[in-house]
């Protein structure tokens, strides 16, 4: 897929075009997760006193920290009110990836992964932060992501 970008000063609002010689069921999907991603704030997280509407593409993962449920962003780690079981099902799987029972990523934040001795992949973080998969995770992510 060819991906091309256009700058004017013609243009005040930025937004996205999809062009093809038909609609299909990828592009309507395709129109689908950008639509979500851009436009829908899914989280409010809380950092010290102060809250933040968290939009879809600023999540680099969910995770449990001390017994709390922690969105890591660009801008920082925000607690959540949300469970992971919650998110796992309102999030977009064209988007995110659950990896265990504790922690949810965003796939375009993966670096790579790389199959451990035990048989769990480490999935390095474009941020340079390190984690793993569980077991039980693990046997999906090879059957479903990493075909």
């Known amino acids: 897929m060819l991906i091309q970008f256009n700058f ?9 075009s999809i062009n093809a010689k038909q609609k299909t069921e990828e592009l309507n999907n395709l129109a689908f997760v950008i639509e979500k991603v851009v436009n829908e704030k899914i989280l409010i997280g809380k950092h010290e ?4 509407s968290i939009y879809l593409h ?37 988007i995110f990836l659950q990896i265990s029972s504790s922690e949810i990523v965003n796939i375009t934040q993966i670096k790579e992964f790389s199959l451990s001795q035990t048989g769990v992949y480490q999935v390095n973080l474009l941020n340079g932060r390190k984690t793993y998969t ?14």
């Open 8 to 16: 004017s000063e013609k243009f005040i609002d930025p937004f996205i």
């Open 58 to 94: 600023q999540i680099i993962s969910i995770h449990t920290e001390s017994k709390k449920i922690i969105c890591e962003t660009k801008d920082g780690n925000f607690s959540i009110k949300n469970r992971i079981y919650e998110l796992s099902t309102l999030l977009p799987k064209q």
């Open 134 to 147: 569980s077991r039980r995770y693990a046997q999906a992510i090879r059957k479903e992501f990493l075909k």
């Open 49 to 52: 006193d102060n809250y933040k």
